[in-house]
Nanobody
């Protein structure tokens, strides 16, 4: 069974930065062959894709976070990271790690105060 654990969520002022981490309980072989993604869900809104990184390191971002968020991965450490800069109030939500569109973590809460 795949276990994804997120960390790094916190309360931060607008304009601040956070780095979210996701660790996976799979082999390096399997991790390196899976697309990883970060989703978020704000109160009262549907879950949305924030960023994803493919096996070759290509990334895609939600338009509203382009230029502010950077997703990366460290296959040797089984890590997927989301560096978030210039945070805005509307970035508030629970951030979920996703693997291969099938597996989900329990989420980590990011709260941005305006």
């Amino acid at each position: 069974q795949v276990l994804l654990v997120e960390s790094g969520g916190d309360l931060v002022q607008a304009g601040g930065s956070l780095t979210l981490s996701c660790t996976a309980s799979v082999s390096i072989f399997n991790f390196s062959r899976k697309t990883m993604a970060w989703y978020r869900q704000a109160p009262g809104k549907p879950r949305e894709l924030v960023a994803e990184i493919t096996t070759d390191g290509s990334t895609n971002y939600l338009d509203s976070v382009k230029g502010r968020f950077t997703m990366s991965r460290d296959n040797a450490k089984l890590l997927a990271l989301l560096q978030m800069n210039s945070l805005k109030f509307e970035d508030t939500g629970v951030y979920y790690c996703n693997m291969a569109s099938n597996y989900w973590g329990k989420g980590t809460l990011v709260t941005v105060s305006s």
